[in-house]
């Protein structure tokens, strides 16, 4: 198991943790550390990446050259050539933007999904909780990754195809999560007065309930983009993703993998950022979560 | 069950053994029927060889449908009624004699009669009747073989048990011909006699190998055939064959199989990453390719579909797309450019057409603007009057067993080059069911991989003509040109070889100036043989793997 892999642990499921008071508390300013600093810069090259790729790269990502094909790394090209001859640190600048908005749009499709079925099941009647609750058991019988190939498999390939498989294979994780957290919000004292002050349930949901069990879900997503570009980057390796010549990270692994032999570039640099952006929207969640926390717990 | 894009038919007597390899030190290609076993490297009996092919069969029977693979197994498994030698000629095999009567429709085969199927039935006269008769009915689904003889065939009749007599509609110069390829090695009729599905996972046939056992997508075991007696003229051996077994992966990425080679994991694979060659001396391997005739691999344009229904527009993608430099970079300088209509190599091929449309932007500029494409939009692609754009779709097999990772590579490039001249172009990866369907229901503006292995020029009334549009589904352009079927229909029929090959000169012409198709490269027999392996070869016509003398050290 890597560390992408690792279990989450929901908030929701920490004995420290009461749900819900996350608004009480003294805010204490520390030094984030080495780590999270680190992710933070190269996460916000990364959105300079999204935003305006030419201010990192002067080149055309699509532009070939027969002349040029497979040059390792130099001066010239800094991460070297593919087998088009496009420079490839080009084409990992302006990819970021696609293989990062799949990852973002494939977790909010996820949360979506997940928030949907989680409000669903921790709102509604016994009834309803217990159809949702199984359906997600049955959800869960299933590998993540089979889930997304099923619906890949289902609606064929392309950024769209694979932004909702991968949304709906990371949605029952989320939903059960986002189920826990609304029961233990419905359940808390404050809840119980604002109830008691005869308050409208719609109030209580929308005042109480939603942006407490909600909060968590910062940490979560922001854990789950990772996670996604991951995935996303998977299924386009498997040729079902985004169509080429786009400069999509897993794409670009994909293409390089027979050329291994010769041009070892292409596979370690697209799936060097690919590591590199998972672990920093992981470094960034973990202390994102461990500032909430610590906020709690003062 | 058939895919009709890789097409094949390939011809040529399956088995044979021409060009044999002796993969032993250097390793070069042998002198044509010959062995080129040294002194010293005596064949071993014995042993079992792994080979990885790119792509699986979907039938084992070659008679159905009638693709690639299922011919190359065919190969191993059954024997022809009749062999191409090095030379095109046809010889016997099967058949120790025939003669054909003046008129050029009635052909009288003398059979051998000491040849069995591996069920034990004899071979004979009946057997083979039996062959011709199940590939021409359409309930058999035989496109392949049925496409060919289906359309000239009028009856056949069993003279005594070894002679068989054919009688054709019209003379067919090609009969003979197609008869050699492995798409119809001749099988045991009690075999297919249980149904279509039950002889596609264990087809019975004579050839030196029978099927063991099959795992579809993943492998089939082969056992020899220790009674096999009937090998073709020029085999470098008699009697049966040296390997005791053979173990037929379906390893569909070429990396894959080529790391597997490398690590001693299998003896042969087919079709090596380009890319790979370079080093094949370093690790001692082989490389070993044969050119096959027929259509050259190729992007298929769709005559009845915009923009493509205007001649200008074919032409000027073809003179757009520099698939010369685009094929030499993808494939590392490793396949010959095939800019003809038919594939060097095969009878009545014209080279006058292998530039016709040289890399030439101003050229393809100039048409596209008399085309009516005169505007631009903001990315710089052309428009038309209506303001309609002009995209063009390329649509792919995305199993690398079907489109190799160069072949991505040179569609990327033209793709590229296509563009700067103003053409919208999208790369579309589809499953192969997806790719299947488009084909069948010719909603595309092109299609990318397709060819045709034959070999005989008559694969230009396979691809082109109106007859295959309306009842083959094997033309994929969608052309019909009243002319070409005139002269195709003439062909075919022609005995005299200098007036057909001057019919077949005015129909490359015509496919040509009509830009049908962009061609790119012949398919090719391409194989990578491990240092212990010995003795593979491939038949002159098509390059089929034989592993009839093959045998390991």
Redesign the interface.
Known sequence: MTLLDAPITPLDEQPHLPPGAVHVGARRRRWPGVGPLLAGLFLAILVVAVIRPSLLAHGNPLTVDQAATLLPPSIHHLFGTDQNGRDVYTRVVYGARESLSIGLAATAVGLALGMILGLAAGLGSKWIDTVVSRFLEVMFAFPSMLLALLFVAMFGAGVTSLIIAVGIGTAPGYARMIRGQVIAVRDTPYVEAARVLGHSRKRIVFRHVLPNAMRPLVVLGTLGVGQAIVWASALSFLGLGAAPPAPEWGAMLAAGRDYISVAWWLELIPGAVIVLTSLATTALGRHIQRGIEGRIST | MKHKRSLLALLAAAVASGLVLAACGSSAASPPGGSTLTSSSKPVRGGTLVYLEDREESCLDPQIGGDIPQAMIAAQYTDNLVYEGPDGKIEPWLAKSWTISPNGRVYTFTLRDNVRFTDGTPLNAAAVQANIERVVNPKTDSSTDGGYIAPFYQSSKVLSPYVLQVTLKTPDSSFLDVMAQSYIGIESPKGFARGISANCDDPIGSGPFEIKSYVPNQEIVLVRNPHYNSPPPGSPHTGPAYLKEIIWKIVP???VR?AALQDGEANVIYYP?A??W??AAASHITIFTHERPGSPNSIILNAAASPFTSLDVRQAFLYASNEK??L???YFGTYPYVGSPLVPGTPDYDSAFQNAYSYDPAKAEQLLEEAGWTGHNSHGYRTNKLGQVLSVSIPYD?D?GYT???D??L???I??AEEKVGFDV??????ST?YDDLWSNGKYQTLAGGYWITNTPDVLRTLFSTQALKYYGTNASHSSDPQLDTLLAEGLAEQNPTIRQKLYDEAQAIVSKEAWILNLYPAEERLAIASNTHGVSADYAVGLPDFYSTWIS
């Open positions: 990425d070429a990396s080529w990453p890319e790979d370079a080093s430099a685009s030499k970079s993808a995305s690398p190799p990772s160069e991505l590579t569609y990327e490039d793709q590229a999208t790369l579309d990866p589809l499953s997806a």
